[in-house]
């Protein structure tokens, strides 16, 4: 029978796929010999230039979105574990008023309203808020 407007016979039972493209098998690309990335103007001063291991920028960004994602199933007290971890690995790498650390903090303040540990979380809210009304006029 033919096909719809090919004229060519219709196919029975399932599909085969597609043959790999023809040509040398892929390989590894070599090492890049690119000079190595530098932070844009901008960022200077947020974090350290040569920072890299688990105390990185790059690296807490992982364990941060670990922790968002437990507490999107609702596992607040694991999420406290690792909201805790970047948080302090922040304070250690660009200090406690630093905004990457407040930030980190004021999750882990919101993952203790969570758990029902009101008053702790209240606290941290406090300590959180303290550095970031400095720059304020007149305070806050």
């Known amino acids: 029978m033919p096909g719809p407007s090919t004229g060519t016979p219709a196919r029975k039972g399932p599909r085969r796929p597609a043959a790999p493209a023809p040509g040398p098998a892929p390989t590894s690309s070599p090492p890049s010999t690119d000079p190595p990335l530098r932070l844009p103007p901008a960022a200077a001063g947020r974090w350290p230039p040569c920072a890299s291991g ?20 609702e596992r607040w007290a694991d999420a406290l574990t690792e909201y805790r971890r970047v948080a302090d690995a922040r304070e250690r790498v660009v200090g406690p008023d630093h905004p990457d650390t407040l930030a980190a903090r004021e999750d882990e303040a919101h993952c203790l309203e969570r758990v029902g540990h009101a008053r702790e979380a209240a606290e941290l809210y406090r300590r959180v808020a303290a550095p970031r009304g400095q720059g304020l006029a007149g305070g806050a």
């Open 54 to 73: 688990p105390s990185a920028p790059t690296t807490l960004v992982s364990p941060r979105e670990v922790a968002v994602a437990l507490g999107r199933l």
